[in-house]
């Protein structure tokens, strides 16, 4: 049997890897097939399921630094037949990634989450530069093709 597990896309976000570990957790348990389904925001990803596009989904809840990821708790608020079936912990580990010297970086693309995850770091080693929201940290990493001076956190 196949199930549809909607997460945060695109490919390689921490979402999509704790989707992957959750596929694995599944079928290792004889369950039958999660197949992956990347959303672009965490309320597409929710209201996937209560459009039946996705059985389950698998979005980040809270974590150790910044508390709840409101987005999450805004779009349970608002679908309001979605229920909790299971918490999955799972570390992350944020890296400054850019093509640019790190003198030359002149923006910095993330989630808002990472962001702020980052906040204390980001203030103390780029005060200067711009700090510009992206729907994942996938995204942000994506955009340093089109923006060779700045970077993601991701």
Same mark, same amino acid.
């Given at each position: 049997? *196949?199930?549809? @597990? &909607?997460?945060?896309?695109?490919? #390689?976000?921490?979402? $999509? !890897?704790?989707?992957?570990?959750? +596929?694995?957790?599944?079928?290792?348990?004889?369950?039958? *097939?999660?197949? @992956? &389904?990347?959303?672009?925001?965490? #309320?597409?990803?929710? $209201? !996937?399921?209560?459009?039946?596009? +996705?059985?389950?989904?698998?979005?980040?809840?809270?974590?150790?630094?910044?508390?709840?990821?409101?987005?999450?708790?805004?779009?349970?608020?608002?679908?309001?037949?979605?229920?909790?079936?299971?918490?999955?912990?799972?570390?992350?580990?944020?890296?400054?990634?850019?093509?640019?010297?790190?003198?030359?970086?002149?923006?910095?693309?993330?989630?808002?989450?990472?962001?702020?995850?980052?906040?204390?770091?980001?203030?103390?080693?780029?005060?200067?530069?711009?700090?510009?929201?992206?729907?994942?940290?996938?995204?942000?990493?994506?955009?340093?093709?089109?923006?060779?001076?700045?970077?993601?956190?991701?």
């Amino acid at each position: 049997m *196949t199930i549809t @597990l &909607a997460h945060l896309g695109p490919q #390689g976000t921490y979402a $999509e !890897a704790a989707a992957i570990a959750c +596929a694995d957790w599944w079928y290792q348990r004889g369950l039958g *097939t999660l197949l @992956l &389904a990347p959303y672009p925001s965490i #309320g597409q990803t929710l $209201e !996937a399921v209560t459009t039946q596009a +996705a059985t389950f989904a698998i979005v980040p809840m809270e974590n150790s630094t910044e508390g709840s990821v409101t987005m999450t708790l805004d779009a349970l608020w608002q679908l309001e037949l979605l229920k909790i079936r299971q918490a999955w912990v799972m570390p992350v580990a944020h890296a400054l990634l850019s093509y640019a010297s790190i003198d030359a970086i002149d923006a910095i693309y993330s989630h808002p989450q990472a962001l702020a995850q980052c906040q204390r770091w980001l203030e103390a080693h780029f005060p200067e530069v711009a700090l510009v929201p992206t729907r994942s940290t996938a995204e942000a990493v994506r955009l340093l093709e089109q923006q060779p001076t700045a970077g993601a956190i991701a």
